[in-house]
């Protein structure tokens, strides 16, 4: 991958002399708070050598190393430091303050827009592997994401009275409006919305119906604009037990699918309407096309979902310190890799078969929090599902593809 040096070189030298009366480098010796969390500043940070140690509440959250950025949180939000940062080593920085950003980003600057496309690269990889901690820190082990077998969406389905498809006819929406009033948008001009709005597609369905499937591929983000929606996650283990939890129901201006949109990572949960609901699309076409476009539009779609990354990686950093304050006194601290590698490696994100495979009856569990209620005159949560049953719902769900 380029690296901020490669990208400087590759330019204009007009353009490249622009960056340069921007940007400054620093050297920071071992042992600098280089951050502090809660501090008014809106300073773009790149790392050219060295590490670093990100820390929220004196609690160890992440780390830092050569080729990655901080600080975009602050940069493209509010410019309120919401973790701090200390020098493992002597690194070497370059700075980029919200003014000298605006005009590079205003002239349209090709180095803006790669810093756009980098930060939003960073985010999803360190929302991915706060993830991670965050399943470490909870079970005390590795809890591994899996790709819950059809019969658990089938089963979720079932429990909803309506019949769960897609394709309900959906109420007019201003599109623009919506997005003036979601927190992705903010700040973004009237103007912008309104062209943005017209590369969304308005799609309806029912309660029931699946907007994604964890372990799926992910190729599109959702904006809720009428309706509510359940975040579901499933983990499971070798005897056949998949447990489903609700993480969150989101509404309207919320967005979903944020990180399997950025890096096309496999989906880490299950989104189910728990209503008739209404959402606009960003599919995976305009999204390329947005990602990869040096203009304004592309911009400002690109700083809407750092926005969102940027709620989304607070939130797991505040799990992560909530965590860890619960289990402080264990003997032994979950270990984070200190140089996760180069960037390349850690943007490929994991494919393939799930870690688990089931041979006999699943047995799911549905979380009582889930926006439905069974239909089991017992009120047991635990559903048994023979593997008939499994294959059953899996031919549905091919036909249902047709």
């Not at 309900?168 to 919506?178: I, K, M, S, T, Y």
């Not at 304004?296 to 969102?308: D, H, P, T, Y």
Request: aromatic share 6%; proline share 7%; with cysteine.
């Amino acid at each position: 991958m380029p690296t901020a040096v490669d990208v400087l070189r590759s330019l204009p030298a007009d353009q490249r002399d622009a960056v340069r009366a921007q940007m400054r480098r620093a050297v920071m010796p071992e042992g600098t708070l280089l951050i502090e969390e809660g501090e008014e500043d809106d300073s773009l940070i790149y790392v050219e050598s060295g590490n670093l140690c990100v820390k929220r509440q004196g609690v160890a959250i992440d780390y830092s190393t050569s080729g990655e950025i901080l600080g975009e949180m602050a940069l493209f939000g509010e410019g309120v430091r919401t973790a701090s940062v200390e020098v493992l080593e002597e690194t070497t920085l370059l700075l980029l303050d919200k003014p000298g950003f605006e005009v590079l980003r205003s002239a349209a600057n090709p180095f803006a827009f790669w810093l756009e496309r980098e930060a939003l690269g960073h985010l999803a990889y360190r929302l991915r592997r706060l993830d991670k901690v965050v399943s470490e820190l909870s079970d005390g082990q590795s809890s591994p994401w899996v790709k819950p077998p059809p019969s658990v969406f089938s089963r979720i389905k079932s429990l909803f009275s309506k019949t769960a498809v897609l394709g309900r006819e959906p109420f007019p929406v201003d599109g623009a409006q919506l997005l003036y009033d979601s927190p992705l948008f903010q700040g973004t001009t009237w103007g912008f919305l309104v062209e943005i709005a017209e590369r969304l597609e308005l799609r309806g369905v029912e309660a029931g119906h699946f907007l994604c499937e964890q372990g799926s591929p992910g190729d599109e983000l959702y904006i809720v604009a009428r309706g509510a929606v359940d975040v579901l996650v499933a983990t499971g283990n070798a005897s056949g037990e998949v447990r489903v939890h609700k993480l969150a129901q989101v509404g309207p201006g919320d967005a979903i699918g944020l990180s399997a949109l950025a890096d096309g990572a496999p989906r880490s949960a299950s989104c189910v309407a728990v209503e008739p609901t209404d959402v606009l699309v960003l599919t995976r076409a305009v999204w390329d096309e947005l990602r990869a476009a040096d203009n304004l539009l592309g911009s400002e779609v690109r700083q809407a979902l750092i926005r969102g990354f940027s709620r989304a990686l607070g939130e797991a950093a505040s799990h992560v310190v909530d965590l860890e304050r619960k289990r402080s006194g264990r003997p032994k601290a979950p270990v984070m890799p200190l140089t996760p590698g180069p960037l390349a490696e850690r943007e490929e994100a994991p494919r393939g078969e799930p870690e688990l495979t089931y041979t006999g009856p699943v047995k799911v569990f549905l979380d009582p929090e889930i926006g439905v209620h069974s239909t089991n005159p017992e009120g047991e949560k635990f559903v048994s599902i023979e593997p008939e049953e499994v294959l059953a719902a899996a031919a549905a769900a091919e036909l249902s593809r047709e």
